[in-house]
């Protein structure tokens, strides 16, 4: 299994950004599926989750009413769109894919993690 994720770059705040990280070797929705972040001199942490299904999706406190995880079958992707990104966003996003409890989503139960793709938020 292999992912891929692309879609970052540098913009000012206010601005909007798509994540996308393309799955391979087995189907998105045979995972549940995750973003996570890391900032310069800071821990990677977790961003959102999305049940294999995609009935369910998971925020972390930060970026509730600015983010939104989706999937894709037909393209086997998932996404993040962010909107109204601050400096704070700044950071490697990473997407990850996992099994078994979807609400057991930290990082150790990840299964399988894409290369990250760099977001930079100027003020």
């Known amino acids: 299994v292999q992912l891929q994720a692309s879609g970052g770059g540098l913009v000012q705040a206010g601005s909007s950004l798509r994540l996308s990280c393309v799955v391979s070797?087995?189907?998105?929705?045979?995972?549940?599926m995750a973003w996570f972040r890391q900032a310069p001199g800071k821990e990677r942490e977790f961003v959102a989750s999305i049940s294999r299904s995609g009935r369910n999706a998971y925020y972390a406190p930060f970026v509730v009413g600015r983010f939104t995880i989706s999937t894709d079958n037909a393209k086997n992707t998932l996404y993040l769109q962010m909107n109204s990104l601050k400096p704070d966003d700044t950071a490697g996003y990473y997407c990850?894919?996992?099994?078994?409890?979807?609400?057991?989503?930290?990082?150790?139960?990840?299964?399988?993690w894409g290369k990250g793709t760099l977001v930079t938020v100027s003020s």
């Open positions: 990850a894919a996992y099994s078994g409890n979807y609400y057991i989503s930290g990082r150790d139960d990840m299964a399988y």
């Open positions: 070797g087995r189907t998105v929705s045979s995972f549940h």
